[in-house]
């Protein structure tokens, strides 16, 4: 009876996806909805992944010479204006503050839902000369776009993220950064977060508004659909010569700069949960999980069992491992539901007759499988362990998405690949009719080009030559 | 010529204090204006600092078992009705969203200054029993708070800050958290920031609006004003009344939660400024200094300088100490100028004789104090002296304080006592008149009661029998 009120059910991950993502990232305490319609609270547990993202990436930012800092939340919504497509894409996302301090202001401000603009106007008054270039820095803030349909995470009227702003001398150079911040994204989810990405550009359609380019990190969630997981951007001098970014060059010419953005959010944690879960719940890659290793003891009320289970946790924090014994007053049965909803990624269990054998048993939540591993030793073994989980969970979801890629050259073979829940390859002739024709006829997107892989002759939606080959598919 | 550009003057900072500020925080990049009136950008050098003092922080709280999570900013104007005084004190400074996503809001929404409405929503909705007790969270965030009269870092419309937020199952629970977490605060800023604080419960008149009892933590600035640093709140059941934060107890009844909430800001950073500074600028203490060393190569164009100035860094580097190798092409006069300006702690210079000598030249940004120090051993002395200037900076700020409180038993005594630049700790017999009358008389304000210290027999304003000990000082 007591058990039965813990049981946590959630829906059927083949037959409801969504509801099984809903029931997931709510049951598992990662998330809940805010008071304010679209908005979400960040619980601890969801808030721990987001810390060791963070610092993770942060740490690979800052070894390409990035500085952190931080810019004002409110932006004049004149600045939007200064740059034409810019305020298209983003004014009518925009929540704008028009009272403050108990009276009407002047010029109504908009909620940053990115930084270009007022960004673009503090690089103006700082740069003044080739010297003070590249000039690349990044902020970790809140953003707000305001949207109709909202899921925790993957969409939310306020979000957390990053934003790189760079600006460099020469087209060649900021290019290059665009590159480098996508290779340091890719690198980084499928590391850390052992998601493998197609890497590359994104059609005139899809790209950031006031971009020259826009490249794409495209992740496979378990439902077939693409998760766009992280976007760098190539901005030429579109912003520059907006905001006014110049710079006086070695040969005494004043020139505008050429500048670059960049940006993940937390929108990385629904693709975490959606690339790895299974019928159980969360599957979390150790590199990002609160807790890697869940002690759980067997039969806590024989003496010397907790104790024992309290030595192994400091054992295995003092390896650096993030460990925690569960000594609440509950059947490990109920236990080892939870901590697997939970996603964690190892599981100690340890009762009497582990402890006069000098051992425990280990599951795996990746795998499920368990073995019996020697106390002596254990943390060097699960070090190890961890390692090997981080690793087999990236060749495991690189299996399952390279199996569900298949190549079409017409428009009903779009549409089977998608219904079949499959990125689709196909030739494109580069015209947005072809491509506004798959998002009707197949409710499809281009994801990325992937002209390096070779371009087929024909575009699969209107016959004429194709310029590029496309990766469509559905997506969040 | 060339040089004389680079000279970056800053105002006497005995006869013009609030000029030097202003001149040093933004000759030395650590913040400037945003384009709206009251903002700032925190800029690499000043975000480095924030950076520094949240790891630390940060680590402190997690040891007292706060969790962190992240809660959203926008608020239902409605919210903050439900607390009458706390809508009384913050309704006048909060900025509104009125229209979002193209249309008219049907409730305005307030930028958060402070999220106790918005967290104890959700309390309400997670804390069922008395097992969920205690909840113990922080968040890391920017607030808002429109304000008249801006100075970067000491009071700014936007500012960023840690709040955390708990609810216990009785008061005296609560009340021990109020205080574990002053204790916390002052042992951060004595050990890190190396400024002594004043810790000690406000005054009705000045405390947070909603609580039962706030705890300020105050640092005496150079100009001899108090600069509130941080404070505790014991809320009682005000917030969870206000909010319906119930738990079933252990005896079967319902009943109402005891909250606090904690917090400290980029205000810290000013306050670091003005504890330590002096007029060449900037004088950082080591634990939040982002660069702890600075390597100046003199002679960089004689053969092997720069290249032993590297090989040192790689070496203090790697001894976990902030170094970096200033290469640039310019005097190594104007070199030290600048890093003193910045308030590097330690300075090495390094050039032909020195490396003939197998020694360098280090400067002591604190006291100006020049010795030779062997290149053996180099980063273990470092690491030595590093941690020997930020127990003298401490040591130093303290006694120049300790110097500067006296004691007065008149209302001309405090008037004295403030003109003077001093603290003063005077008798006082709790009522509201009396502190308006110091308030119009000598433009200072209660900053904390030390009863602890033996409470005077009259009060120094109106003579009748004191009840309270209390540091009246001018406040920024």
């Known amino acids: 009876m007591a058990e039965k009120q813990f049981v946590k059910e959630v829906a059927d991950i083949n037959e409801n ?18 008071p304010v319609k679209g908005t979400m609270v960040i619980r601890p547990y969801g808030y721990a992944i987001w810390e060791n993202i963070q610092k993770d990436m942060d740490a690979r930012f800052k070894a390409t010479g990035s500085q952190n800092a931080y810019f004002p939340l409110l932006i004049p919504m004149s600045f939007f204006t200064k740059e034409a497509e810019h305020v298209e894409g983003f004014a009518p996302e925009v929540a704008v503050v ?15 839902p990115t930084s270009e603009t007022v960004i673009g106007t503090m690089y103006s008054k700082w740069i003044q000369s080739y010297r003070d270039l590249p000039v690349i820095m990044n902020q970790w803030c809140n953003v707000m776009r305001w ?14 993220w990053q934003e790189g702003h760079t600006v460099h001398a020469t087209e060649e150079e900021a290019m290059e950064e665009t590159i480098k911040m996508l290779n340091v994204y890719r690198d980084f989810m ?26 794409g990190l495209e992740a496979m969630m378990l439902d077939g659909k693409s998760l766009q997981s992280g976007t760098s951007h190539y901005l030429g001098q579109n912003f520059s010569k907006a905001f006014d ?15 670059t953005s960049w940006g993940t959010s937390t929108r990385m944690i629904g693709a975490v949960i959606m690339s790895h879960g299974d019928q159980r719940g969360l599957v979390l890659p150790p590199k990002v999980a609160p807790i890697q290793v869940i002690i759980v003891p067997i039969a806590v009320h024989k003496g010397g069992v907790i104790e024992k289970a309290k030595e192994l946790e400091t054992a295995l924090l003092s390896a650096g491992i993030r460990a925690q014994t569960d000594t609440r007053d509950m059947s490990p049965g109920w236990k080892f539901n939870e901590w697997e909803m939970k ?10 007759r582990d402890i006069e054998n000098n051992q425990v048993m280990i599951m795996r939540r990746d795998t499920l499988e368990k073995q019996a591993l020697s106390i002596d030793g254990l943390a060097n073994a699960l070090t190890e362990l961890l390692d090997t989980v981080q690793k087999d969970m990236l060749v495991k979801a690189r299996a399952r998405r390279d199996a569900k890629i298949v190549e079409a050259d017409s428009l009903e ?9 499959n990125f689709v390859k196909a030739g494109w002739c580069g015209c947005r009719e072809c491509e506004d024709k798959v998002k009707e006829t ?31 598919a559905r997506a969040y």
């Not at 949207?147 to 995470?153: A, C, V």
């Not at 996603?343 to 009497?352: A, F, K, N, Q, T």
Request: aromatic residues 10%; proline residues 5%; contains cysteine.
């Open 17 to 34: 996806f969504a509801q099984w993502y809903t029931d997931v990232v709510l049951k598992t305490e990662l998330v809940d909805y805010g």
């Open 98 to 112: 028009t009272h403050a301090g108990g009276a009407k202001l002047e010029e109504p401000l908009a909620i940053r």
């Open 147 to 160: 949207e109709k349909t909202t899921r925790p995470f993957l969409r939310t009227s306020e979000f957390l």
């Open 190 to 215: 499928e590391e850390t977060l052992a998601m493998p990405v197609f890497c590359g550009r994104k059609t005139e359609k899809e790209k950031f508004a006031g971009a020259v380019a826009t490249f």
């Open 245 to 259: 970014i110049k710079f006086l060059d070695k040969d005494g010419v004043q020139k505008y700069g050429y500048t």
């Open 343 to 352: 996603g964690v990624p190892v599981r100690i269990e340890i009762g009497p």
């Open 413 to 421: 073979g779009i549409l089977a690949g998608v219904e079949g829940k």
């Open 442 to 472: 197949a409710q499809a997107t281009a994801r990325v080009m992937c002209d390096e892989e070779g371009v087929p002759e024909k575009c699969a939606i209107c016959g004429k030559p194709a310029k590029h080959k496309v990766i469509f």
